[in-house]
């Protein structure tokens, strides 16, 4: 079935052709049709929001199709994103699981789907399955760790280049740590960007204009080619 956005819905979980290895993916045929009976699933415009930043945790949502943004805001209004949320992955878990207010923001930055599990529903397939309880362990850990590297990024980073470069290569390792030249679709914009190293959006504009001169990365409106990954890893490194 097609949604508004021409989205095909995603509507039974043991049917799905996209499962790949999320938290929630290619779990046993119990638990997975278990997961089909407690989730809500529902197709989100750009620019909604399925939770935000101090409401309590009423659920996690499996982000089915599209990308969401995972941002956090200081009492004077300065944003960091925390993280760009990909198909597969589950928003909200730490809230949830911890009954606390959401931590983060959640925005869709495109069209797409995310399966809301209630709470308690949530806590009793964790309950259940040992299987979906070591998947949330290990997702938790993952969480932990990202949060720390986050805070090394912004807090030992010297510069805005060294944090713009080791998030150029930070996507470079999502898709397949190529030596080679890497062709990349960016879905954000500077502000966004600059949301990300805790910077300005005229400074990234300045080292996206830098980083081209230099022909260490090509970019063309969304389209974005790293040039020199070896350049970029000299300046983390400096």
Same mark, same amino acid.
């Given at each position: ?42 197709? =989100? ?62 925005? +869709? ?19 259940? =399955? ?38 150029l290569l ?11 030249s890497l ?12 949301? +990300? ?42």
């Open positions: 079935m097609k949604s508004p956005y021409g989205l095909d819905i995603l509507d039974n979980c043991t049917t799905c052709s996209v499962r790949e290895q999320h938290l929630f993916c290619n779990l046993s045929p119990s638990a997975v049709q278990r997961l089909n009976d407690i989730t809500s699933p529902a197709i =989100y415009p750009r620019a909604a929001m399925l939770f935000i930043e101090g409401q309590q945790g009423r659920g996690a949502f499996v982000l089915c199709r599209g990308k969401a943004k995972l941002s956090t805001t200081s009492r004077e209004g300065k944003t960091i994103i925390t993280k760009i949320a990909e198909h597969g992955d589950v928003l909200g878990l730490n809230a949830t699981i911890s009954n606390h207010p959401y931590e983060v923001t959640a925005e +869709m930055m495109e069209p797409g789907q995310a399966n809301f599990i209630a709470s308690d529903a949530l806590l009793k397939f964790v309950h259940d =399955y040992g299987e979906v309880a070591l998947r949330v362990a290990q997702q938790l850990s993952h969480n932990y760790y990202s949060a720390h590297e986050e805070i090394r990024t912004l807090g030992l980073s010297n510069s805005p280049g060294q944090k713009f470069a080791k998030l930070g996507w470079s390792a999502e898709r397949g740590n190529s030596n080679h062709h990349l679709h960016l879905v954000l914009t500077h502000e966004e960007i600059a949301e +990300m190293i805790g910077t300005t959006r005229e400074t990234v504009s300045r080292l996206f204009a830098d980083f081209r001169k230099k022909q260490f990365i090509k970019s063309n409106g969304s389209s974005l080619v790293i040039l020199n990954k070896f350049a970029l890893e000299r300046i983390v490194q400096a």
